[in-house]
């Protein structure tokens, strides 16, 4: 996360904020409040509050609405007072990071809500922007989803071209099960299915924890959650809207991934306003 901000401190300051230089004394103080624009789900405050310590340690933070929480036009998250200079650097790292984080929460809690009183939950996936996965799943928790894996790294994920190049679901199995005792790595296993066939695949082979039902219909989705049930987690993927997500959740699946969550998402209006005169 730091390193993510400094990134973003340096893409939008380089050698300096020349305007506000120009136009404002270094000694000026001044207060800016954070006003909501549009219905949704706020996140991103305290990632603001790390964006405006970094760049002055000396800027006090007032929060008035906490992440996670929904929010309306004319709300205020936030207060911040400290050197206008400051301020003002701040400004669109802020509102870039939190207009999409909220974004990204409000488009999650749509999907949740889709199935108030079922037991599945909804999962991200690895389609987020390079560089910012760290903020688009966090956004993701607030909204009331869950994460998905972070990255290739803490979790095997056996899909159709991992299959398709090791010559089949038993060679792709045996092949990730003989790396975990090589390595002696403890990683959780999943492998994405195309048919029930592959579902018998797998449940003869073994080795797994959850079996990811990959484009599948709805028919196929009930008929393939009555194969596993009791033996592996199941999770839809492929596809999945907004309009269908209740379908398949009410197939009996323990997930549903939902790509959508983070590439497909309208930034939720917000902007940093002065608040009279220091």
Not at 186 to 191: A, G, H, N, S, Y
Request: aromatic share 4%; net charge positive; charged share 25%.
């Amino acid at each position: 996360m730091t390193g993510l901000i400094k990134l973003a401190i340096a893409e939008d300051i380089g050698d300096g904020d020349h305007t506000s230089v120009a136009c404002i004394p270094a000694s000026a103080r001044g207060r800016m409040k954070l006003l909501v624009k549009q219905e949704g789900i706020l996140a991103g405050v305290a990632v603001a509050g790390q964006v405006f310590r970094m760049i002055n340690p000396e800027i006090t933070m007032t929060v008035t609405i906490a992440d996670g929480a929904p929010v309306k036009p004319g709300d205020v998250a936030f207060y911040v007072e400290g050197a206008v200079r400051s301020l003002l650097q701040a400004e669109r790292i802020v509102l870039n990071i939190m207009q999409r984080m909220s974004g990204v929460a409000t488009q999650t809690a749509e999907y949740v809500k889709k199935l108030d009183g079922l037991k599945t939950r909804v999962l991200d996936t690895r389609k987020t922007t390079p560089g910012m996965r760290v903020l688009d799943k966090l956004a993701v928790k607030l909204g009331g989803g869950e994460n998905h894996r972070t990255g290739l790294f803490d979790m095997i994920l056996i899909k159709d071209n991992h299959i398709d190049f090791s010559g089949g679901i038993e060679n792709a199995l045996n092949n990730v099960q003989a790396y975990l005792h090589r390595t002696r790595r403890k990683l959780p296993v999943e492998i994405e299915v195309r048919t029930i066939r592959d579902i018998h695949t797998v449940l003869r082979a073994g080795g797994v924890q959850r079996i990811m039902l990959d484009n599948f219909s709805l028919s196929d989705t009930r008929k393939a959650v009555e194969l596993i049930a009791g033996k592996y987690e199941t999770e839809s993927s492929g596809g999945i809207t907004l309009e269908t997500i209740r379908d398949y959740a009410e197939c009996g699946v323990d997930f549903v991934s939902v790509g959508a969550l983070t590439h497909q998402i309208k930034s939720l209006d917000m902007s940093l306003k002065s608040v009279g005169n220091q």
